[in-house]
Antibody, heavy 120, light 107 residues
Framework: QVQLVQSGSELKKPGASVKVACKAS????????MNWVRQAPGQGLEYMGW????????TYAQAFTGRFVFSLDTSVSTAYLQISSLKAEDTAVYYC?????????????WGQGTKVTVSS | EIVLTQSPATLSLSPGERATLSCRTS??????CAWYQQKPGQAPRLLIY???NRATGIPARFSGSGSGTDFTLTISNLEPEDFAVYYC?????????FGGGTKVEIK
């Protein structure tokens, strides 16, 4: 079946880096762009940006420029989110979400989420 | 950035009742509105896209309507598994944005 499986929870200290993986299966990875969405504890959904399935070019929402990097490894059908110089306010669940064939920025398949906790 | 305001924040209903959730946008988004359901500890799930199109596998009791700045998600006959948080989302302007959510809880 079509699914996105994300890497497990992470506990990091402030200033460290983290890399979250999102492995796709059940569909042609190169046929769909990938998006990232953040959900802080007890809060709503915040769109972070997307990465092109055609050329691997990332586009970041304004709040996610600088310390956030999206990448793809098409050989293993996996998208990545790397966050550097972690801060306490980066504590959140991070979701990858596939762009639907029905239109841009329609998110039809979601990963299960990766909880990132930043604490000293 | 387009702001989406959902109301009410919480809706207390019994199984079998009808739920009506509202989403209002700060500017017109034509029909570019989607709805997602999120249960505790789970990822969001796409229910409706382009205001009124049900996503694959979504039961017919879920329906969406609206255009411009006012959108509605209706759940016609609440099942126990429908108690969750619902988010609307616009995609017409960059960046895509979500509403703050409506929690549908058991009365």
């Amino acid at each position: 079946q079509v699914q996105l499986v994300q890497s497990g929870s992470e506990l990091k200290k402030p200033g460290a880096s983290v890399k979250v993986a999102c492995k796709a299966s059940g569909y042609t990875f190169s046929s769909h762009a990938m998006n990232w969405v953040r959900q802080a504890p007890g809060q709503g959904l915040e769109y972070m940006g997307w990465i092109s399935n055609h050329n691997g070019s990332p586009t970041y929402a304004q709040a996610f420029t600088g310390r956030f990097v999206f990448s793809l490894d098409t050989s293993v059908s996996t998208a990545y989110l790397q966050i550097s110089s972690l801060k306490a306010e980066d504590t959140a669940v991070y979701y990858c979400a596939r762009t639907s064939n029905s239109g841009s920025y329609i998110f039809d398949i979601w990963g299960q989420g990766t909880k990132v906790t930043v604490s000293s | 950035e387009i702001v989406l305001t959902q109301s009410p924040a919480t809706l207390s209903l019994s199984p079998g009742e009808r739920a009506t959730l509202s989403c209002r946008t700060s500017q017109s988004i034509s029909s570019d509105c989607a709805w997602y359901q999120q249960k505790p500890g789970q990822a969001p799930r796409l229910l409706i896209y382009d205001a009124s199109n049900r996503a694959t596998g979504i039961p017919a009791r879920f329906s969406g309507s609206g255009s411009g700045t006012d959108f509605t998600l209706t759940i016609s006959n609440l099942e126990p598994e429908d108690f969750a948080v619902y988010y609307c989302q616009q995609r017409i302007n960059w960046p895509p944005t979500f509403g703050g959510g409506t929690k549908v809880e058991i009365k």
